[in-house]
C-alpha cells in the first residue's frame, strides 16, 4: 500500500444536552461530586480521542449488524480497514493494513472556556468553573421511594469543543469508506456521547465541519491541499465529495 493523501476532518462539536465523559474518582472530596468528568492537567474539561473514536465505531458496527467488536482484519471489513482490528484476531492472512481514521482529543473551544471563566452569557451562572453538578435519584418502582442520592459533574448544554480528525487514503477503495466515517458522524448526532445517554445526556452537533485533502505532491512541494467541503454534515453530498476525491486521488496517482 502507498500513501495517497490525507483527509483532514476539523471543526466543532456542541453539547446540545449536559456531557458527562467520566474521568479520575481520585480527587472526590467527602459531600463533594461523586461522579467527575474527564480533565486534562490544567482542570479543563475535554472529549478522548478514544472516547469519540469508540464511539463512531460502535454506531458502524450496529449498522453493519455486529453483535461484538470486529477483528477479522480483512481489507473487505470497512470496521477493521477504518477503526483498526481492536482485538487479537486469529486470522493470520490480515490485509486490512493500517488504521485509517485517526482521532484527536477534542479540546475546550477557547471562546467557550473564557466565557466559562468569566462567567459570561449562557454560564453566567455556572456552579464550578467549567462544569455543572446534577443531583439524581434511583426511585424504587414499588415503594416509589427515592435511593441513593449521588452529584453527577458535567460539562453544560452550550458547551463548544474542537475537534480533528485524520483520514488515510492508501488505496481507492479508502474513498469509499471514507463516506462510512461520514455516515457514523451522522448517526452520533442522533445517538450520544459519553455517559448516561438514556437520561437526556451526551446529545452533540458537529458545527462547521472541513474536509482537506492533502495529497503526498503537497506535503512535499508545502502546499495547503484542496477543499473537499465546508459546512454542516446535512449539506454533505456523498458522491459529489466521492467524485472529486477520486479525481484528485487519480492525478495523485498518475504523478
Not at 454560564?123 to 449521588?150: C, D, M, V
Not at 448517526?187 to 456521547?193: I, K, S
Amino acid at each position: 500500500m502507498k500513501l495517497l493523501g490525507k483527509l483532514l476532518i476539523t471543526g466543532h462539536i456542541e453539547a446540545l444536552t449536559g456531557l458527562a465523559i467520566g474521568g479520575s474518582k481520585s480527587d472526590v472530596a467527602i459531600g463533594g461530586i461523586d461522579n467527575n468528568v474527564i480533565k486534562n492537567s490544567e482542570g479543563v474539561p475535554y472529549i478522548p480521542g478514544s472516547s469519540l473514536k469508540g464511539k463512531l465505531r460502535s454506531l458502524i458496527e450496529k449498522r453493519e449488524g455486529r453483535p461484538e467488536v470486529c477483528s477479522c482484519g480483512t481489507d473487505k471489513c470497512v470496521i477493521c480497514t477504518v477503526f483498526g482490528t481492536g482485538l487479537p484476531t486469529k486470522n493470520k492472512n490480515i490485509t486490512a493494513g493500517p488504521t485509517r481514521l485517526y482521532v484527536r482529543d477534542a479540546k475546550l473551544n477557547e471562546d467557550t472556556k473564557k466565557q466559562m471563566e468569566k462567567k459570561e452569557g449562557i454560564f453566567s451562572n455556572l456552579e464550578l468553573t467549567y462544569t455543572e453538578g446534577k443531583w439524581e435519584n434511583q426511585i424504587n418502582r414499588l415503594t416509589s421511594k427515592a435511593a441513593h442520592p449521588r452529584q453527577q459533574e458535567r460539562v453544560p448544554a452550550g458547551s463548544i469543543f474542537d475537534f480533528n480528525m485524520i483520514y488515510n487514503i492508501l488505496t481507492k477503495k479508502d474513498i469509499e469508506y471514507f463516506h462510512q466515517v461520514i455516515t457514523a458522524l451522522r448517526l452520533l448526532e442522533d445517538d450520544y456521547l459519553g455517559g448516561n445517554g438514556s437520561r437526556g445526556y451526551g446529545r452533540i452537533q458537529f458545527q462547521n465541519v472541513s474536509i482537506l485533502l492533502k495529497t503526498v505532491s503537497d506535503y512535499e512541494s508545502g502546499g495547503t491541499g484542496k477543499e473537499i467541503f465546508s459546512g454542516l454534515l446535512s449539506d454533505f453530498e456523498d458522491e459529489e465529495a466521492k467524485n472529486k476525491l477520486k479525481s484528485l486521488v487519480e492525478e495523485e496517482e498518475k504523478a
